[in-house]
């Protein structure tokens, strides 16, 4: 059974940086591409960043390029976005994914809150 352990969320102020991590456990990282997508109120849940299984392509959602930058560590079947520069738009819950590169599955964490605020 795939399990995300997701950390690093919090409360902080505008141009400051976090990172978030997640922690995969009942999979072979290596064939997964990972990802981090955000929930904010009132909305749905989209993609911000995500990075191919061999860790060798990334996409970004355009609000977050520049800002923001995903990778991973398949040893440790880890997954992290570092996040500068933050903004009060970006306050939103952030989930981790999971997509089986073959099957397209998807597996999700139960989100991380971050709330950008002065």
């Known amino acids: 059974q795939v399990q995300f352990v997701e950390s690093g969320g919090g409360l902080v102020q505008p141009g400051v940086s976090l990172r978030l991590s997640c922690v995969a456990s009942g999979m072979f990282s290596s064939i997964y591409n990972m990802g981090w997508y955000c929930r904010a109120p009132g909305m749905q849940r989209e993609l911000v960043a995500a990075i191919t299984s061999s860790g060798g392509g990334t996409n970004y959602a355009s609000s977050v390029k520049g800002r923001f930058t995903i990778s991973r560590d398949n040893d440790k079947t880890m997954v992290y976005l570092q996040m500068d520069s933050l903004k009060p738009e970006d306050t939103a819950v952030y989930y981790c994914?999971?997509?089986?590169?073959?099957?397209?599955?998807?597996?999700w964490g139960q989100g991380t809150q971050v709330t950008v605020s002065s």
């Open positions: 994914n999971a997509q089986h590169s073959l099957t397209h599955k998807n597996y």
